[in-house]
Every structure is written in C-alpha cells, then in structure tokens.
C-alpha cells in the first residue's frame, strides 16, 4: 500500500453519511487524509483552491474524490461534467456514492465519464467491505497519477 496518506474528498451534504465514510475509511486501515465538503460548489472551490481552500497546505489536491449525486447548490452531475472537461483534474478518478439506484444517473454519469457508480450500503459492516474493495483497487491495484 501507499507510504504516504491518499487525500480523499467526499463531497456529501448528509453530515451522517460523511461520518460513517471516515469512520468506514478508518476501519479499513487505510492511509488517507480524509476531507470532506457539503455540496457541489464547496467541492469546485476546493479542487480549484478558491476562497477558503485557496492554501494548498491545508486543501492539498486530492488523489481520488467520492461524490453524491444529489446536493444543494450544483448536484453531482454539473460537478462531474465540469470534472471531466477539465484537463487539470480530471485525471482523477471520481466515484459517485449515492442511494441512487435509478438507471438514468447510471448512464448519465458513466456518458460522463465516471470511473466507478456505487449503491451505498445501508448496513456499516457491508458499507466498510465496499470501501475496502474500492480502496484495494484504486489504491493498490491501479496505478494512479503522481501527486505533486
């Protein structure tokens, strides 16, 4: 695994579901540097280190974003299209994390250019294997971009 912790950020308005993802990531032993913000635009302030995350030492570019489809202010969808038209991050990988099950955010956010759409768990034991999984993979398996 890596030597350095991962910066992760979770872009999630539901405080709880942002809760239960660190303590998930944490459980899973993982090194990462968990961050977080509230909604779409907060999520686009920080990649592009506007207003409040405007020093890199304290919103330091994240490796891997996990993202809700349905937020205040700009949902899921509009972030990930932004994302992706954007060659200065998006190179990387976004994995939506949401209670949707319905086909139409499926296939948008895969035309879109998603690496990866997952059902969130409801029970936390089966929600702590997924993050496993996804962590394994994205983190040990493939190979990802060099950070600065």
């Not at 990531?25 to 635009?41: A, M, P, Q, W």
């Not at 509009?78 to 994390?97: S, W």
Request: glycine share 4%; aromatic share 10%.
């Amino acid at each position: 695994m890596q030597n350095k912790p991962l910066t992760i950020l979770m872009a999630d308005d539901d405080p709880e579901d942002r809760m239960l993802t660190h303590l998930a990531l944490e459980k899973c032993k993982f090194k990462s540097d968990f961050r977080h913000v509230c909604d779409g635009e907060e999520l686009l302030d920080y990649l592009y280190q506007r207003g409040k995350y405007k020093d890199p030492d304290t919103a330091p570019k994240p490796l891997f974003i996990l993202l809700d489809l349905h937020m205040p202010r700009k949902n899921g969808i509009e972030v990930l299209e932004i994302i992706k038209k954007d060659a200065e991050v998006r190179h990387i990988p976004v994995v939506i994390l949401t209670s949707s099950d319905r086909y139409e955010d499926i296939i948008n956010t895969y035309n879109l250019g998603v690496n990866s759409y997952i059902k969130k768990q409801e029970k936390f034991e089966a929600f702590v294997e997924e993050l496993a999984i996804i962590g394994k993979y994205w983190f040990d398996i493939v190979r990802l971009p060099k950070r600065d």
